[in-house]
Nanobody
């Protein structure tokens, strides 16, 4: 599966931004989907994940209640709505996919075998 994230940009603290990711080359509904991010000088970290049906979602503590992950299996897209953005949210954001039938955990960065190119999010005044 190929993944391409888009929608990043510059936003002021307290603002909102919506990222999207388009998937191709696979049966989208068979994959768990997630977002990760990597700030300069830091390791890539898990942000949020969503189940294949979209019913269940899981968030890192640092973004809980501010970010919302969603998916549209008819359009092969996954989105991340980011509200109340903080300077520490500045990072390159990546979408990721995990083959569902393989089973196992889907709520950690290391669970995801496919990663797309990222999109830069900068939160600054």
């Amino acid at each position: 599966v190929q993944l391409q994230a888009y929608g990043g940009g510059l936003v002021q603290p307290g603002g909102s931004l919506r990222l999207s990711c388009a998937a191709s080359g696979g049966t989208f509904s068979s994959y768990f989907m997630a977002w990760g991010r990597q700030a300069p000088g830091k390791e890539r970290e898990f942000v949020a994940a969503i189940s294949r049906s979209g019913i269940s979602a899981y968030y890192a503590d640092s973004v809980k209640a501010r970010f919302t992950i969603s998916r549209d299996n008819a359009k092969n897209t996954v989105s991340l709505q980011m509200n109340s953005l903080k300077p520490e949210d500045t990072a390159v954001y990546y979408c990721a996919a995990k083959w569902g039938p393989s089973g196992g955990s889907w709520t950690r960065r290391e669970d995801y075998e496919f990663w797309g190119q990222g999109t830069q999010v900068t939160v600054s005044s």
